[in-house]
């Protein structure tokens, strides 16, 4: 399995950036799929995530309203679209995966800890200047 995040970028405070998360070597089986963010100092903490087990989305209360997840199953890929941005969603943004079964029967939900996922991009860079 091989998670390739692109997108980032500098933008303003109040732009909008799409980032773009590639999975290769998974079939979207059992799952659960986050884009998790990570700002100096402070730990990982998921921004988005869905799942095949609970069925459902889950958004950061900061960021509802403004970021939405999408995904193209066919190309494998999934975007995280995010809008009015702000100098407080500076971070490395990280696509994450949790395929194992027994991470999925554990954590039924995608809103779980960072350790309950696998399978890791590299991240990349999102600044907002203000």
């Known amino acids: 399995v091989q998670l390739v995040e692109s997108g980032g970028s500098l933008v303003q405070t109040g732009g909008s950036l799409t980032l773009s998360c590639a999975v290769s070597?998974?079939?979207?089986?059992?799952?659960?799929l986050g884009w998790f963010r990570q700002a100096p100092g402070k730990e990982r903490e998921v921004v988005v995530c869905f799942g095949s087990v609970d069925g459902g989305t889950y958004y950061l209360d900061s960021v509802k309203g403004r970021f939405t997840i999408r995904s193209d199953f066919a190309k494998k890929i999934v975007y995280l679209q995010m809008s009015r941005l702000k100098p407080e969603d500076t971070a490395v943004y990280y696509c994450?995966?949790?395929?194992?079964?027994?991470?999925?029967?554990?954590?039924?939900?995608?809103?779980?800890?960072?350790?309950?996922?696998?399978?890791w991009g590299q991240g990349t860079q999102v600044t907002v200047s203000s």
């Open positions: 070597g998974f079939s979207f089986d059992d799952y659960a």
């Open positions: 994450a995966l949790r395929r194992a079964p027994e991470l999925l029967r554990r954590w039924t939900s995608c809103n779980a800890p960072a350790y309950t996922y696998e399978h």
